[in-house]
């Protein structure tokens, strides 16, 4: 089928704590709807059956609870009611925005999911009711063909968004489309945990992800691409991700990403929007990956001298590194339960400091989770104190194998190349408990080759 996303630079409001009326946040919101209206004709056109818009898309971010609520329409967040509001405008008052986009959907026979602010009036009988009487969600919504409302959906991992509530319970969104089954959506910091994603995908034996995302990017470990891709690989899903465009805070990264294949967009540089239009397959059966080459384990020699153990700190985490050195060699360093390993050649020595490190605990900044991390990454520079920094070139090619005793079955496993480019494993998979990702010749410098695991039960 033929898929479409969307990376939109936002309008944003110049002062979003200020108390604005409806009229002037749908003044503001109609910029953003216009532009989505050319990329929904312009997606159309190419022959996308589906588009999809980011995260905060529509009204922007860092509003509080009081000043985001003009932004916000009322939505229905029932199964009952068959609406579709560009054809029955008149059945729900402040609903502006959700009629914008039916149009679209409706005019250019296209599905199309976006992210908005809703508001749902509540009873201060009900235990979770706030103080103001309403609640206030981070919301996508799918729209079919037909512009019918089928799907919505309430973001449940907050990230700092003070202006929005956590529905009472997890959201397991799914809708139906004649080209490609079942799909389903979360947003943006939801793909690091197990509710709904993980839940939603094991459960509906879903294969394809619609994803409105406003990601900073965080190097090594989670740009957005990176995570993306890995996600897909993982689950052997499609994935549909549309980022916010805003370079100066860090955000870009979209793409299209099936389990062997990715459509990507990643520029600090420029400004303006992105459409990708990409045809994709429809993923059936789990074709699992082969596991021809066994990784061996590293032989004990006595004598040899051992590289130096040091810390650095990498994702705001105290990993445990060993250097990389020379041209080839065989490796291994341990944390806690977590011990990775890693056969290693370049093609060249360049004069590069990698080093392969490991974490396994809770990560506590900017959010609670824990992480198992088996990591080869360029250093910022030659010296150990700058092994975990942003890097975003390098020149060694390297053939490598690197796997771990990892103890959960959530492993993503990540491949970024000089540039923030993509690159595919040779081989992934588990083999004798432990897990491995295996490469000859990355087309570009090596920037980060990973197993990044989540262990949920002890978030």
Avoid at 201 to 209: A, E, G
Avoid at 228 to 252: D, E, K, S, W, Y
Avoid at 309 to 317: P, R, S
Avoid at 375 to 404: N, P, R, Y
């Amino acid at each position: 089928y033929v898929a479409a996303v969307y990376e939109h630079e936002s309008i944003l409001s110049p002062n979003p704590t200020a108390l604005v009326d409806r009229q002037s946040a749908l003044e503001l919101m109609g910029r953003n709807l216009d532009i989505y209206e050319q990329q929904v004709v312009a997606a159309a056109r190419q022959g996308a059956q589906i588009i999809v818009f980011p995260e905060d898309g529509i009204h922007g971010f860092n509003f509080t609870r009081s000043s985001i609520y003009p932004y916000l329409d009322f939505v229905l967040h029932s199964h009952s009611v068959k609406w579709n509001p560009c054809r029955e405008p008149y059945l729900f008052s402040d609903t502006e925005v959700l009629q914008r986009l039916s149009c679209m959907a409706l005019k250019n026979k296209i599905f199309l999911v976006a992210n908005l602010g809703t508001k749902q009036p509540c009873e201060h009988t009900d235990p979770h009711c706030p103080s103001d009487g309403r609640y206030q969600f981070n919301t996508n919504v799918a729209l079919n063909d037909d512009g019918m409302l089928v799907a919505t959906y309430r973001k449940h991992n907050l990230y700092f968004e003070y202006a929005f509530d956590t529905p009472p319970e997890p959201d397991y969104k799914l809708f139906d489309t004649p080209f490609a089954g079942k799909f389903g959506m979360f947003t943006c910091f939801d793909i690091l945990f197990f509710e709904p994603a993980v839940n939603l995908i094991r459960q509906y034996n879903l294969k394809q992800v619609v994803y409105p995302t406003a990601w900073m990017n965080q190097l090594p470990l989670l740009s957005a691409v990176e995570f993306q891709q890995a996600f897909a690989t993982a689950f052997n899903i499609n994935i549909l991700a549309a980022n916010i465009h805003h370079p100066t805070l860090g955000m870009t990264g979209s793409g299209i990403y099936t389990p062997v294949k990715s459509f990507i967009y990643h520029n600090t540089e420029g400004y303006g929007g992105k459409l990708i239009v990409a045809e994709i397959p429809v993923v059936t059966t789990d074709n699992k990956t082969n596991l021809e080459k066994t990784p061996s384990r590293v032989s004990e020699k006595g004598n040899e001298q051992l590289p130096p153990l040091f810390y650095a700190e990498m994702m705001y985490d105290n990993f445990t590194f060993v250097p990389v050195w020379g041209e080839k060699g065989e490796l291994q360093v341990c944390a806690n339960s977590l011990c990775c390993y890693l056969n290693y050649r370049r093609a060249a020595l360049t004069d590069e400091l990698y080093a392969l490190g490991v974490f396994d605990g809770l990560h506590t900044v900017h959010g609670t989770y824990y992480v198992q991390a088996c990591a080869l990454v360029k250093c910022g520079g030659l010296s150990f104190s700058t092994c975990g920094q942003e890097v975003t070139h390098a020149s060694a090619v390297i053939d490598f194998q690197l796997w771990g005793n990892m103890s959960t079955p959530y492993i993503f496993p990540l491949l970024l190349t000089s540039g923030i480019t993509l690159d595919f494993a040779d081989h992934m998979g588990w083999k004798n408990h432990h897990y491995f990702i295996s490469k000859n010749r990355t087309s570009f410098g090596l920037l980060t080759a990973a197993l990044y695991g989540r262990w949920y039960e002890r978030d």
